[in-house]
C-alpha cells in the first residue's frame, strides 16, 4: 500500500484514522464485514496489525484474496463460532453494525473473542437526517447512500441510542470519537456529528 | 469445454527411486516407480513449483493432452495452463500418480519384481503420509527444496494439508479444496460398503485376480456407482435426471428404467474398464485412516501446530461429502495457530464434484490467491 493510498483512504473513510488511533503496535484484529479488506490493510501499515476480516460477499472475498488481507468467509449473523475466546486484541465492526441482524448477539460475541471491541456507525441523529425525516423523507447522503427499499440497513441507531444499548446489555464504553467528514466534533454530538466511533469492552 | 487455451500436447515421465519405503503400517517397498507429468518451466532458484496431489481416482495427467490423442484431456485441464488459475505460464505445474495407483506407478497390478507376479494383495496399505513421503523424493529428484503451492481436492487435498505438517519447511502455500481434517463416520461407511462391494465379488480372489486373468468387475461397477451418488448433489440429480424414464413408461421389471439408473451403471461400467480394485481398495483406506489430530490425542489444534505454510481452504455449498462445515474444521485450528487464511465457501450446485467443474467464482479465488503466490515466487 503506498502513502497515497493511504491519504485517500483516510479522506474516504474518516472513521480508519480513529479507529488506527486506538490500535498498538502489531495488535490482532478481527474485521467484522470487512469489505475488500481496505481497513486490515490500512491498520496493517499504519499499526503493524495483524488478523482476519470477516465477509459473506463474493465479490470482496476475492478483493480481500487480491489485496493480500486473510479473510474467512462467513455470515456475521450466524455468530463467530470459528473464533476461539479473547483470540484478539480488537474485533472491529465498520460500518456494519446497522446491516447486522442480530446485534445485541453479535457484540456479545465480539466481546467474547475480543478484549476490546471498536464499532463505526451512521448517527442517525445527525441533523440533516433528522431534517430530512422532518421535512417528510428517509435520510439519503454519503453516510447512508441507500434508498429506503433497498437499503442493507436494518437497525440504524443514534449515538444516545447505542449508549443507552451499551448500557442496558453491560457493555462498558472506554472511548468515543464523533466526527462530520474529517473533522472531529465535540459540541452536541448527537446532533452535530454523521459519525460516531466506540471503543468498549465487557461490563461489570 | 474451451481448449484453446490448453497446455497442449504433454507427455508422462517416469522416475525411478530404489531406497526403500518404509510405510506407516511397518510394510516396506524396497523400490518403486511414479509416473508424472509437467506443466510450465521451472525458474533458476527452483522456487515456482506447485504440486497437485489427485483424489480417489486421478493421476497424473493433470492438463494437456497426448500426442495424436487430442480427446484425452488431463482431469484438471480447466484450472491448470497457461492464463488458467493454476498458471503454467508463471508456475511449474507438477502432476503425478500416487503409489499404490493403477496408471503407471508402482501399485497391485504392477509387477513385484521379487516374484515377478503382480504385487496384488501384497501391495501394502498406504497412507496419506506414506503418499507426502514418496512425493518428497519426487521434488527432491527435481531439485524442488520447497513448493511454492501443494494443491489438491478431496484426497489431494488431504495430501496438501498432510505436506505442511509432515514437510512445514518445504511447503509456502497449500490450497486445501473441498476436503476435511478427517473423514466422519459416515463418509467411512460409505467407503466400507464400496469395498464390501469389491471384496465380496467372486473374482476379487482376495486380491489376487490377475493371476485368475479375470477382473472383479461388479464389486468395482457398485463401488463406484456408491461413490457417484455421493459425489453429487441432490438438486443436481433432480435438475439432471428427475424422475425420467428412458420407455417413457413403467415396465414393471428390474431393468434399466429411470434415466438416473442408465447414468449410474454407464458410470460404474466406464470405470471397472479400467480402473484398479485393488487400488482402489487402497485409496478408501487412505482416506479413512487420514487423521493428523490422533497422534494428538485427538487434538486439531495441536497438530497444525507444524504446520509454517499459507493457506487457502475452499468448499462448495452442495458438497454432503466433504461439506463446508468440514472445510471450518480445517479452518478453526490454522486460527488457533495464527497461520494465514483465507477460506471461501463457493454457492455451487454439482456437489462434491464441483472441485472439478469451471465456476467463475472459484476459478477467480484460486487466480487471485495464486497470482499473489506468483509474485513472492518471483521475488
Same mark, same amino acid.
Given at each position: 500500500m503506498t502513502r497515497d493510498d493511504i491519504a485517500r483512504l483516510a479522506a474516504e473513510r474518516p472513521d480508519f484514522a480513529a479507529i488506527a488511533a486506538w490500535i498498538p503496535k502489531g495488535a490482532s484484529v478481527l474485521d467484522l464485514g470487512c469489505g475488500d479488506g481496505s481497513l486490515l490493510r490500512y491498520l496493517n501499515e499504519t499499526s503493524a496489525a495483524k488478523g482476519y476480516g470477516v465477509e459473506i460477499n463474493d465479490l470482496d472475498i476475492v478483493s480481500c484474496i487480491v489485496n493480500g488481507v486473510n479473510v474467512i468467509q462467513n455470515d456475521l449473523d450466524s455468530g463467530l463460532s470459528d473464533f476461539e475466546d479473547n483470540a484478539f486484541d480488537f474485533v472491529i465492526l465498520s460500518q456494519t453494525l446497522q446491516a447486522t441482524r442480530h446485534t445485541e448477539a453479535l457484540i456479545r460475541e465480539m466481546l467474547r473473542v475480543g478484549h476490546e471491541g471498536i464499532v463505526s456507525f451512521p448517527n442517525f441523529g445527525y441533523w440533516k437526517n433528522r431534517l430530512r425525516v422532518l421535512l417528510g423523507n428517509m435520510p439519503v447522503s454519503r453516510e447512508l447512500p441507500y434508498q429506503w427499499y433497498d437499503t442493507p440497513n436494518v437497525h440504524l441507531c443514534t449515538l444516545h441510542d447505542f449508549e443507552m444499548f451499551c448500557d442496558r446489555y453491560r457493555v462498558a464504553i472506554l472511548e468515543r470519537r464523533v466526527m462530520t467528514g474529517e473533522r472531529e466534533v465535540s459540541l452536541l454530538p448527537n446532533l452535530l456529528g454523521s459519525t460516531a466511533v466506540y471503543r468498549f469492552q465487557r461490563g461489570i | 469445454m474451451n481448449v484453446s487455451n490448453s497446455i497442449g500436447i504433454v507427455s508422462a515421465k517416469r522416475a525411478q527411486f530404489d531406497t526403500p519405503l518404509v510405510f506407516r503400517s511397518g510394510a516396506v517397498l524396497p523400490r518403486y516407480e511414479l509416473v508424472y507429468e509437467t506443466y510450465g518451466k521451472l525458474n533458476a532458484d527452483k522456487s515456482n513449483a506447485i504440486l497437485i496431489c489427485h483424489a480417489l481416482?486421478?493421476?497424473? *495427467?493433470?492438463a494437456g493432452h497426448y500426442a495424436g490423442e487430442p480427446?484425452?484431456?488431463?482431469?484438471?485441464d480447466n484450472m491448470v495452463?497457461?492464463?488458467?488459475?493454476?498458471?503454467t505460464d508463471k508456475f511449474f505445474v507438477i502432476g503425478l500418480n500416487n503409489l499404490g495407483g493403477c496408471n503407471g506407478s508402482t501399485g497391485p497390478s504392477s509387477i513385484d519384481p521379487e516374484t515377478g507376479q503382480p504385487y496384488g494383495a501384497n501391495f501394502p496399505v498406504i497412507t496419506v503420509e506414506d503418499w507426502v513421503a514418496s512425493q518428497a523424493r519426487l521434488a527432491d529428484l527435481l531439485g524442488?527444496?520447497?513448493?511454492a503451492a501443494v494443491v489438491g481436492g478431496s484426497l489431494g487435498g488431504m495430501q496438501a494439508l498432510q505436506w505442511s505438517l509432515a514437510?512445514?519447511?518445504?511447503?509456502? *502455500?497449500v490450497l486445501a479444496i473441498?476436503?476435511?481434517?478427517h473423514l466422519t463416520a459416515q463418509n467411512i461407511a460409505f467407503n466400507d460398503v464400496a469395498r464390501s462391494a469389491i471384496l465380496g465379488d467372486p473374482d476379487f480372489h482376495g486380491g489376487d485376480f490377475y493371476r485368475h486373468n479375470v477382473v472383479p468387475t461388479r464389486g468395482l461397477r457398485l463401488a463406484r456407482m456408491l461413490g457417484h451418488i455421493t459425489y453429487l448433489s441432490d438438486d443436481v440429480m433432480a435438475d439432471k435426471f428427475g424422475r425420467e424414464l428412458r420407455d417413457g413408461k413403467f415396465n414393471y421389471s428390474y431393468g434399466i428404467e429411470f434415466e438416473i439408473e442408465s447414468y449410474l451403471r454407464y458410470q460404474g461400467d466406464k470405470f471397472a474398464a479400467y480402473f484398479d480394485a485393488n487400488t482402489y481398495l487402497l485409496m478408501t483406506k487412505a482416506l479413512d485412516y487420514f487423521d493428523p489430530a490422533h497422534e494428538f490425542g485427538g487434538d486439531l489444534n495441536k497438530a497444525f501446530a507444524a504446520a509454517r505454510a499459507d493457506f487457502l481452504v475452499i468448499s462448495f455449498t452442495t458438497d454432503w461429502r466433504f461439506s463446508p462445515q468440514r472445510a471450518r474444521e480445517i479452518v478453526r485450528p490454522l486460527l488457533h495457530n495464527r497461520r494465514n487464511v483465507s477460506y471461501a465457501e463457493i454457492a455451487s450446485t454439482h456437489g462434491h464434484d464441483s472441485f472439478l467443474m469451471e465456476h467463475p467464482h472459484y476459478f477467480d479465488v484460486v487466480r487471485a490467491y495464486l497470482d499473489n503466490v506468483a509474485k513472492e515466487s518471483a521475488k
Open positions: - | 481416482s486421478g493421476h497424473h *495427467h493433470v480427446g484425452n484431456l488431463g482431469w484438471w495452463g497457461p492464463g488458467k488459475p493454476i498458471n524442488i527444496r520447497r513448493f514437510l512445514p519447511e518445504r511447503v509456502r *502455500h473441498a476436503t476435511a481434517p
